[in-house]
């Protein structure tokens, strides 16, 4: 089955820098990758997506990369700002009945004023 | 949430009780599932539903079961609890299988077993 790896665990920036979280995928048939945000106390939100036919979106301070070749995609948040920090989890889904998301482990981004 | 709520948001059991959890949802959707998360986990899928009465094991169903009787409800019970079960479980919802169109989480239910 699919098995999604994310990195790093923690990441630490001041507000203003960039942030770049990192994630491959094993199964090659994946076709969408979701990135979600979680703040304290809350469910995951959805932030941005993308689908394999799309090499990079963007969303304002947020980008969201694809190498299917690699297999791997890549969150990247631009001018970080405090309220950038939480828990951000990428996922990969090959679609269909059977394809249900697959989340990596997370990654805690903390954004020091 | 989005028309989704879980319920309760937290609950201390003891060990060897049953414990259900509920997810509701008024957005009508197909999909429904049940998530833990866990530190260093992540999030794991312990059972979904494609419609009603329509049910399947994710990667960590054991002692696990779950039953969905109507569109707008989803149940998650413990059969007999226990401490590797204490968890923050998300119930999500979807319209679209895989979730090619994201989920919708709930707010989460803290579960300690004692």
């Known amino acids: 089955g699919e098995n999604v790896e994310q990195h790093p665990s923690t990441l630490s920036v001041q507000e203003g820098d960039s942030a770049v979280i990192k994630c491959t995928y094993s199964?090659?048939?994946?076709?969408?990758f979701p990135w979600y945000k979680q703040e304290l106390g809350k469910g995951p939100q959805l932030i941005i997506d993308?689908?394999?036919?799309?090499g990079e979106k963007k969303d304002q301070r947020i980008a969201v990369t694809l190498n299917k070749t690699a297999k791997h995609f890549s969150l990247h948040i631009t001018e970080t700002q405090p309220e950038d920090s939480a828990v951000y989890f990428c996922a990969a889904s090959i679609g269909g009945s059977q394809g249900n998301l697959i989340f990596g482990k997370g990654t805690k981004l903390s954004v020091k004023p | 949430d989005a028309g989704i709520t879980q319920s309760p948001r937290h609950k201390v059991t003891e060990t060897g009780t049953p414990v259900t959890l509920r997810c509701h949802q008024t957005?009508?959707?197909?999909?429904m599932y049940w998530y833990r998360q866990d530190p260093g986990h992540g999030l794991r899928l312990i059972h979904y539903s494609y419609g009603v009465k329509d049910t399947d094991k994710g990667e960590v169903s054991d002692g696990y079961s779950v039953s969905r009787s109507k569109t707008e409800d989803f149940l998650l019970t413990l059969e007999s609890a226990t401490s590797s079960q204490t968890s923050v479980y998300f119930c999500?919802?979807?319209?679209?299988?895989?979730?090619?169109?994201?989920?919708?989480f709930g707010s989460g239910t803290r579960l300690t077993v004692v």
């Open positions: 957005e009508n959707h197909r999909y």
């Open positions: 993308i689908r394999s036919n799309v």
């Open positions: 199964d090659s048939a994946s076709n969408y």
């Open positions: 999500a919802i979807s319209e679209s299988a895989g979730g090619v169109y994201g989920y919708t």
